[in-house]
């Protein structure tokens, strides 16, 4: 990332004040594309498949078995929870809440989320910006993390997954959902966040000490949008 971007102390008050002018509703965390939000849970959910329930070939022919448990997820950026309500809860048994805006946090945990508290089924409301986030060691089935990761700098984005990879379970999984350009960073000033290219975003990976097991385009999004990508990633052993 541009050395400005390392160095620029308000950048991560900046993005903090950007969202707590932001509405906390599906359409605030989707910049005003909540139409989207269904498409986005089912690629998700076709791209995560086979790690949760195992694949299946024709007339239900069991090719892969399930490759992870299904106890516990962390929901990275979690903002109000529209990803932990609608994809994450319906894959695991409970799941907690990473999300540095506190109103975010009180609308998920008051409202949106409210029967789902209830019912047992969310953990932790963590109120913390993924820069400073460490997961407890070794409780995690899958860590995802959306549309969050352009508000790190590069150097924070690799000391972020360092830590995540000590919260996974021996067979957990590190999800990644993002925004990508074509080449480069795209800096949005506005809300203190970059986007990066593919290339980019694998040696970030590789820094990290990550390896990608599967990888996939989400498809039936509007055009005009960036291209959104899905990694699967696990510890490179390699690098142990």
């Known amino acids: 990332m541009k050395k400005e971007l390392n160095t620029q102390e308000s950048w991560y008050d900046d993005a903090q004040e950007y969202w707590s002018g932001v509405s906390p509703t599906v359409n605030g965390m989707l910049g005003g594309y909540e139409s989207i939000s269904n498409t986005d849970v089912q690629g998700s959910q076709r791209f995560i498949e086979e790690f949760v329930n ?20 962390c929901d990275c950026g979690a903002g ?3 990803v932990t309500k609608h994809f994450l ?13 506190p109103k975010f946090i009180e609308q998920a945990k008051n409202s949106y989320l409210l029967s789902e508290k209830e019912a047992g089924r969310i953990g932790e409301f963590i109120c913390q910006g993924l820069q400073d986030f460490t997961p407890e060691e070794g409780v995690y089935d899958l860590i995802w993390s959306q549309w969050v990761l352009g508000h790190l700098t590069d150097d924070d984005f690799v ?9 996974l379970k021996p067979r957990g999984l590190i999800g990644v959902k993002e925004n990508l350009t074509v080449s480069g960073y ?3 000033e506005e809300d203190s966040s970059v986007t990066r290219s593919e290339e980019i975003l694998k040696s970030l990976f590789k820094r990290a000490g990550l390896r990608i097991i599967k990888e996939e385009t989400q498809m039936g999004f509007p055009a005009g949008l960036f291209t959104v990508k899905m990694f699967a990633l696990v510890p490179d052993s390699s690098d142990e």
């Open 80 to 82: 109000i929870g529209r």
């Open 159 to 167: 000391s972020f997954f360092e830590r995540c990879k000590r919260g």
């Open 186 to 188: 795209i800096v949005d």
């Open 54 to 73: 195992g694949k299946k070939g024709s007339k239900g022919i069991v090719l892969a078995e399930p490759c992870i448990d299904k106890e516990r997820a």
């Open 89 to 101: 809860l319906n894959n695991f048994k409970s799941v907690d809440l990473v999300e540095q805006a």
